[in-house]
């Protein structure tokens, strides 16, 4: 693709809505043209690539602010890049480990619920009023 991008080019092209793109620059993840005087603002083709490098970002788990510093890191800083990549992976299995927590939870409530058959009361509602 030649040439600079309208905002609504810019986010057809990319995949993204035009209050995404306002949004990103709000936050500083793309730098706002400043406006011409003819009226309308125009980015660089490299914008797209920029835009889905943060929706591809996003897919795997990172936060905005983290985004932003990965490309503040760039290319040139691999082990740098490397250790967000492993931070964020503990997250992710932490995360993991408090959901399969949740889910045996859920399932042992489940099953005194099958157990008790059709009782007066139920075992999750008194699990979730119990004051711990």
């Known amino acids: 693709m030649h ?18 793109i306002r949004y990103y620059q709000r936050v500083g993840l793309i730098t706002e043209p400043p406006r011409p005087a003819t009226g309308y603002r125009t980015y660089p083709p490299d914008t797209i690539d920029r835009i889905r490098f943060i929706k591809r970002a996003q897919k795997l788990g990172f936060r905005l602010r983290e985004i932003r510093e990965l490309l503040e890191l760039g290319e040139a800083s691999c082990h740098d890049v490397q250790q967000r990549a492993q931070q964020k992976r503990e997250q992710i299995d932490r995360q993991i480990a408090d959901l399969q927590a949740l889910r045996e939870t859920l399932d042992r409530l489940i099953q005194t619920c099958n157990e008790r058959g059709e009782s007066r009361s139920c075992p ?9």
């Open 3 to 20: 040439g600079s991008l309208t905002i609504g080019a810019l986010a057809r092209a990319a995949g993204v809505n035009v209050e995404t």
């Open 124 to 132: 999750i509602v008194e699990s979730l009023q119990r004051k711990d």
